[in-house]
């Protein structure tokens, strides 16, 4: 006995129909019950993107230092391996600031270091391109 060869079509386009009614059902009810609080972004800290004579700076300020210290340092190790990107997506095509940080990454240094309620990531070297890459942070990383 033959199979009917859309039958495999058909449940996927089903499946993808009740797929989709229910992610507009979700999307349309969480903001009215107020669960849309649950995946919203809090962050704990201010962030401050600055360039200097040296290079430039990131600062972030809150009340947990150590916390901060840590994420800066992240941050440190992920620039030195040369990832500038925010957030990458497949097929997605790199800004001109990341493309040009990429390619100049050997020459930059990092460290961090913590003060009251603070703690920066300092960022030694040329000013070209990081000028331009600290205002698209500035501008492009949720705050």
Known sequence: MRENPLREVNIALVATMV???LAVGVDTILPRIGLAKL???HYTHSRVFKATPAGGEIVYKGADPARLKEDLEILSRRFERGHFEIITLPGSKLSNEVTAMK???ASYRYSVSTGA???TLRVDGPQEPLAGYLK???ANWNQ
């Open 19 to 21: 797929t989709l009614a």
């Open 39 to 41: 995946t919203a972004v």
């Open 103 to 105: 390619a100049r990454a």
């Open 117 to 119: 309620e603070e703690a």
């Open 136 to 138: 698209y942070l500035q």
